[in-house]
């Protein structure tokens, strides 16, 4: 497989009250999707791996994103600001890069 691109950003989940997650993810690695509105094909699955897991009342984190599979459009996370993150049809956060 080819040697895929990820990319450091910091990932801000939204809270119960603005209707995201009932608490962030406690793993090392979280897998999620995103839609990315400029793309013939928007909807792909992303890897988010926390440099340490996230304690349960923190929100924000660093982070490193990369596409879950080898044909996703890889060059396109030089090109993004951000990048929303989703569970299903349900926005629960977004990642901000540099």
């Not at 990932?11 to 839609?35: D, M």
């Not at 909807?43 to 304690?55: L, R």
């Not at 090109?79 to 990642?95: N, P, S, T």
Request: charged letters at 25%.
């Amino acid at each position: 497989s080819v040697m895929q691109k990820q990319r450091t950003g910091i990932i801000h989940f939204l809270t119960k009250e603005e209707s995201g997650r009932q608490h962030p993810p406690t793993g090392e690695v979280y897998y999620a999707t995103t839609h990315i509105a400029q793309l013939d094909q928007p909807n792909w699955s992303i890897v988010i791996i926390f440099d340490k897991p996230i304690k349960e009342d923190e929100y924000s984190a660093l982070c490193q994103v990369k596409f879950l599979f080898d044909h996703a459009p890889h060059p396109i996370l030089d090109e993004l600001k951000e990048m929303e993150v989703y569970e299903g049809a349900k926005i629960v956060g977004r990642i901000v890069f540099e």
